[in-house]
């Protein structure tokens, strides 16, 4: 099952400059568009009380599924509806949060005074929950829970062995930086559950395994999000089924190896999510 997003990357990825630029000047309409339709919907609609809503979740772990499930409500904007649906890919932004090369690093320091101000530009403040999912928010939830009150965050982690094969096929990561970074990603996540105040942990596996006790979890955590419905999420992404054996058959020996390698001193932040140190043919 390919999602939207990755389909419309290797279409982007196929385009010659001409079409290209054809693209960012249609965004940049858009864009331009969305925020002229916010202006005006503020004048009509009043304010809600809102909550501001972060997936954090490494990119190839079920965020855009959990975002398309989240988006069934009546209750959720999200401020940007273009692509991966992530912050940190609008114009203003871009250079800031996406195309910056230490945007994956703990200590890097982000304005978010600024990036809020942004933001508030695309969420319909009309609406309840203003929802985010860039990637590397996961490792600076805690900055981000000073600057948007209320904040409410759900921690989503995926197989890592999954997550690796994903990084090296997609992102061209070697064997040994994908292991690494995912246990950076697992390592930052369970600081995350420790130490944000309101926060839930979903795993990628129950949410496509169990999509019916999900959706019952999210609305005890935010009641405001009222009636989830799978069955969009079905019309846009198909049947909801776990990629994860799949994927980690696509791994070889060698990088099964050198995975484990990086793997076998962190066994208890795997056990914390419920994952296994393993080899190959017992990995599930």
């Known amino acids: 099952m390919l999602q939207k997003s990755y389909t419309f990357k290797l279409k982007y990825n196929g385009m010659n400059i001409k079409e290209k630029l054809k ?5 940049t309409v858009y864009h331009r568009y969305v925020r002229c339709e916010n202006i005006l919907r503020k004048r009509i609609k009043a304010k809600a009380d809102n909550k501001f809503l972060f997936v954090l979740s490494p990119q190839y772990s079920g965020s855009t599924l959990l975002t398309a499930l989240l988006l069934t409500s009546k209750n959720v904007s999200v401020n940007n509806k273009i692509g991966a649906r ?5 114009p203003v932004l871009n250079k800031l949060l996406f195309n910056n090369v230490k945007r994956w690093e703990p200590s890097h320091n982000v304005n978010w005074s600024f990036v809020k101000k942004q933001w508030l530009k695309y969420w319909d403040v009309s609406k309840p929950i203003l929802l985010e999912k860039s990637p590397p ?8 829970e000073q600057y948007f009150a209320p904040s409410y965050f759900i921690v989503l982690t995926r197989n890592p062995y999954s997550l690796c094969q994903s990084l090296i096929k997609r992102s061209n990561f070697t064997p ?9 990603c ?4 369970k600081q995350n559950i420790e130490t944000l105040n309101n926060v839930i942990k979903i795993a ?9 006790s999900i959706v019952d979890k999210l609305k005890i955590f935010i009641p405001e999000l009222g009636e989830l419905q799978i069955s969009n999420v079905n019309a846009e992404f198909g049947a909801i089924v776990n990629m994860n054996n799949d994927k980690i058959k696509q791994l070889s020996a060698e990088e099964i190896n050198i995975i ?3 793997f076998v001193n962190n066994k208890e932040v795997l056990e914390f999510f419920g994952y296994r140190y393993n080899e190959k043919e017992s990995l599930s």
């Open 86 to 90: 992530e912050g940190q890919q609008l």
């Open 176 to 184: 040994q930086h994908a292991a690494q970074f995912s246990i950076k």
């Open 186 to 189: 697992l390592l930052l996540q």
């Open 260 to 262: 484990n390698n990086e």
């Open 204 to 212: 990628y596996e129950e949410m496509v395994e169990n999509t019916n």
């Open 137 to 144: 928010n996961l490792v600076r939830a805690k900055s981000i």
């Open 23 to 27: 693209l960012a000047y249609i965004n």
